[in-house]
């Protein structure tokens, strides 16, 4: 049986055939975000609560897909949503795609039920919003060890709306440096300047971006943009 807690509602219980995903032990884990006194306390939750006994935290989406490309990786990646560096759903889809087998757990403020439903859309394991109590997290974790999600009630509800699949999809089929590109492409940044922020040549952007928008499937940088904002949590309106 699986157990579904959430700090919404009164727990769901399902029975599934199996496990959804392939149960793990948690031993180490990877904190991604860039809030030092947040990190040193889920660092304790995690080794308190969970047992888990290596720890270590990186303040950046950049820094955690570098800590990714090493030899050891961690057993599970947690992550806030608004780092420095990336906001929204983005930053999920790059790691997942940068570490398709590692439980990914999103503690974050944002709890909206669509950003949540997003997510789950993106392949995450697990949310945890970060007022939650600890037995929350208690909870949830232990829900990863056994290969299930955890996740709010409503959010797991069929037919409701999320994010576009369409715009998960696409995004995740961008390379770490296209996913760099199209970001500072949002932020306004031309060619030349993109070229001189990720030391490479002009021209490389610019096949770079050509392929950006064919894998979007826009005609125009404005047209990536726009279909770029899908993804960003900040522009959803809250649900009723």
């Known amino acids: 049986m699986i157990i579904i807690r959430n700090s919404f509602q009164a727990p ?18 990877l904190i991604v975000d860039d809030h030092p006194l947040f990190c040193d306390a889920l660092a304790m ?6 047992g888990i006994q290596s720890i270590e935290s990186v303040g950046t989406l950049d820094a955690a897909l570098t800590r990714l490309d090493e030899d050891r990786r961690p057993d599970v990646i947690v992550l806030d949503l608004n780092l ?3 906001h929204g759903l983005d930053g999920v889809v790059r790691l997942r ?7 990914i757990v999103v503690v974050s403020s944002l709890d909206e039920l669509r950003v949540i439903r997003a997510l789950l859309k993106a392949g995450i394991n697990g949310f945890v919003p970060k007022h939650a109590a600890r037995d929350e997290f208690r909870a949830a974790f232990a829900a990863i060890t056994r290969g299930e999600i955890h996740a709010p009630q409503m959010a797991l509800e069929p037919g ?6 369409e715009a998960v999809a696409r995004l995740g089929l961008l390379t770490r ?5 199209l970001q500072l492409v949002c932020a306004g ?3 030349k300047q993109i070229a001189y922020e990720l030391s490479i040549a002009e021209t490389t952007v610019k096949a770079h971006v050509t392929a950006i928008m064919r894998k979007l499937g826009v005609q125009t940088r404005m047209q990536a943009v726009l279909f770029a904002q899908e993804a960003r949590f900040t522009a959803l309106a809250p649900e009723d």
């Open 12 to 29: 769901r219980t399902i029975s599934p055939v199996q496990p959804l995903y392939k149960p793990v032990e948690l031993r180490s884990a």
């Open 45 to 50: 939750t995690l080794s308190g609560l969970v």
């Open 84 to 86: 420095p560096d990336v």
């Open 97 to 103: 795609q940068a570490a398709p087998q590692i439980p």
């Open 160 to 165: 409701s709306p999320s994010l576009s699949d």
């Open 177 to 181: 440096q296209q996913a760099k590109i």
């Open 189 to 191: 940044l031309m060619n």
